[in-house]
C-alpha cells in the first residue's frame, strides 16, 4: 500500500486527502481526489477484498488529466492517452 500511496501521489501530483491504518499501524487505505469534479480514487488493501473477490488482478481502467489510468491489484500502469 505504501508504495501504491506513493506511486499515484506522484501521477496525481497530489497526496491523498483521506488515509486509514489498520492492525500495527500499517497503512491500509487512501483515497484521492481528481480533476476538475473531484472524482474520488480510492486504493484499498487486498486483505479487505470481498471473500468472493477472484484471486487474480482486478481493477479499472480511468483517464485522468489526459492519461489512461490503468490500475488493478498487483500492478498499475499510465500512458499517454
Do not use: C
Amino acid at each position: 500500500m505504501e508504495k501504491a500511496r506513493a506511486w499515484h501521489s506522484d501521477l496525481l501530483g497530489t497526496t491523498p486527502y483521506f488515509e486509514r491504518s489498520g492492525p500495527g499501524g500499517q497503512l491500509v487505505h487512501a483515497e484521492f481526489r481528481v480533476g476538475d469534479y473531484q472524482h474520488e480514487l480510492g486504493l484499498i488493501d487486498r486483505r479487505y477484498a470481498p471473500a468472493r473477490s477472484t484471486a487474480g488482478p482486478g481493477g479499472a481502467v480511468m483517464k485522468i488529466n489526459g492519461l489512461a489510468v490503468i490500475t488493478g491489484y498487483t500492478e498499475t500502469a499510465a500512458v499517454k492517452a
